[in-house]
């Protein structure tokens, strides 16, 4: 259930859930969470978190419990917390099988053992944030690839250095590099028109790219076997695998 990462819950908090009434148990952390919200307990809540914490990138995630602690009143504002205090643990959250517990439509998560593992919620601080660095980051890559809506993810493979952008209405592109240049340098590559592919309900998904006869496919591996790395680039030509590296997740 810790394994669950941020943009799993994402998917599934904007679509139409059927949560489980809550059992009697997990009401009970449910409702010492809300009483310490209420009572802005942050070292209490910080003790209740899963960490890291994931925020919407390109906002650092949370590491710890100190990093929390200074970063709450950034995370929960008085919307949030009127949310979480307003409500009650036998009507507002449900268990939504195995993706964990969430209240209302899902902007706060809590696994079955009474950890917090995503805020899907956005304060007006956190989305100022995300603006400055999305701005920032504009300013810091290449001329060619500095027009995007979003950061998706930067990966990297023992060869190649990757970079994913959302460039708005189910567009994304792909640029990569070999893996010791900077983003700063002009892209080996460049593709745009990528789309992303959700597989199954288990939050793993793809995005793919097509450059003629060939295909660049970057998994994101959420729940797999036992020793699946993080991510994996494939790329086939005329439909027969020329490579696959694994790839580690520089941001996400």
Same mark, same amino acid.
């Given at each position: ?41 942050? @070292? ?12 919407? %990138? ?7 419990? +100190? ?6 009143? @950034? ?6 917390? =009127? ?11 449900? =268990? ?6 969430? $209240?209302?439509? #899902? ?5 079955? %053992? ?53 460039? #708005? ?15 700063? @340098? ?6 745009? %028109? #990528?789309? $992303? ?10 995005? =793919?790219?097509?450059?003629? %006869?060939?295909?660049? +496919? ?24 020329? $490579?696959?590296?694994? +790839? ?5």
């Amino acid at each position: 259930m810790k394994k669950l990462i941020y943009i799993t819950l994402v998917i599934f908090s904007v679509t139409n859930l059927s949560g489980q009434e809550l059992k009697k148990e997990y009401q009970k952390f449910i409702q010492t969470f809300i009483n310490n919200v209420k009572g802005d307990k942050k @070292e209490a809540i910080a003790n209740m978190i899963s960490y890291p914490l994931k925020r919407e %990138n390109p906002i650092p995630v949370i590491k710890n419990k +100190t990093e929390f602690v200074k970063r709450y009143s @950034e995370i929960f504002d008085a919307v949030l917390k =009127e949310e979480i205090t307003s409500s009650k643990p036998d009507k507002d959250w449900s =268990e939504v099988g195995w993706r964990g517990i969430m $209240l209302n439509k #899902g902007n706060v998560w809590f696994d079955s %053992n009474g950890k917090l593992i995503a805020i899907n919620y956005h304060s007006k601080f956190e989305e100022d944030l995300k603006t400055k660095l999305v701005s920032s980051q504009k300013q810091n890559v290449h001329s060619s690839i500095a027009k995007f809506k979003s950061p998706v993810c930067v990966l990297e493979t023992s060869k190649f250095k990757i970079r994913i952008d959302d460039l #708005g209405n189910d567009n994304y592109r792909y640029a990569s590099w070999s893996v010791k240049q900077k983003m700063s @340098e002009k892209p080996d590559l460049i593709i745009q %028109n #990528g789309k $992303l592919i959700a597989d199954g309900t288990g939050g793993n998904h793809s995005y =793919e790219f097509k450059k003629g %006869n060939y295909i660049y +496919t970057c998994d994101i591996i959420v729940l797999g076997e036992k020793g699946s790395p993080p991510a994996r680039l494939i790329i086939t030509q005329n439909g027969k695998e020329i $490579l696959s590296q694994n +790839t580690k997740i520089v941001s996400l």
